[in-house]
């Protein structure tokens, strides 16, 4: 079955360190990738998504994340965090010609201390 | 920017009641998805919804509960007979039909089962 891990469940980070998150999935076809922010009291917003061709991927709010096939990996990079940041992280994965049903990690909370 | 809106924010039930969540989609998506999210666990999916029929149901979503679209606008969420476990916080999203496109999300239903 279809799965995704997410390594850190609760990252403390101070003002401008570099983040990166891990997300690996398990799945042997092609996938759509897809990391969701959820800021305290809100929605779930995209930050980011691949769904082919350059790997490297750039979203809002200067996140960026690298699919590398070979790894089952999507991790999220940012160079520089903000207090702002202050969010939980979710990484989630859809089988390309599927319903779009999304699975997902089970969540990084990124606590950024000004 | 068009959101999805979910109704109502919380609702507290007792047990073995039925509870109707509602949720309108953004107004020319085709794909309608249900998901939930127990405290301190992941976002697991529910359901998907496309042209007036279920595409795909997770084993969660059993008997007891039951997706609809009654009038081309609201997609409802319907739990007959609630129980404790169903205590969570439920996630309405949908997404475009051209190509690959991203789910957008609600704001969510805390539903309380006492």
């Known amino acids: 079955a279809q799965s995704v891990s997410q390594h850190n469940h609760h990252v403390i980070l101070s003002e401008a360190a570099s983040l990166e998150l891990g997300c690996n999935y398990s799945?042997?076809?092609?996938?759509?990738l897809f990391w969701y922010v959820q800021y305290p009291g809100q929605h779930l917003q995209l930050l980011l998504k691949?769904?082919?061709?350059?790997?490297l991927v750039k979203g809002i709010k200067g996140f960026e994340a690298e699919f590398i096939k070979s790894k089952f990996s999507f991790n999220l990079r940012k160079p520089s965090v903000q207090w702002s940041d202050t969010a939980e992280y979710f990484c989630a994965v859809s089988r390309v010609s599927n319903t779009g049903k999304l699975i997902f990690g089970q969540g990084t909370t990124l606590q950024v201390k000004p | 920017e068009p959101e999805v809106t979910q109704t109502p924010s919380h609702q507290v039930t007792q047990m073995g009641q039925e509870v109707i969540l509602r949720c309108v989609p953004i107004?020319?998506?085709?794909?309608f998805y249900w998901y939930r999210q127990i405290l301190g666990q992941k976002v697991e999916f529910l359901v998907s919804?496309?042209?007036?029929?279920?595409?795909?149901k997770s084993e969660i979503f059993d008997d007891q509960f039951s997706v609809e679209r009654p009038d081309g606008s609201n997609f409802t969420l319907k739990i007959r007979s609630t129980k404790l476990e169903d205590s969570a916080m439920y996630f309405c999203a949908s997404r475009g039909g051209a190509g690959n496109q991203p789910q957008h999300f609600g704001d969510g239903t805390r539903l309380s089962i006492l």
């Open positions: 919804f496309y042209n007036n029929e279920i595409s795909e």
């Open positions: 799945y042997g076809g092609t996938v759509n």
């Open positions: 691949y769904f082919s061709g350059d790997p």
């Open positions: 107004s020319n998506h085709l794909y």
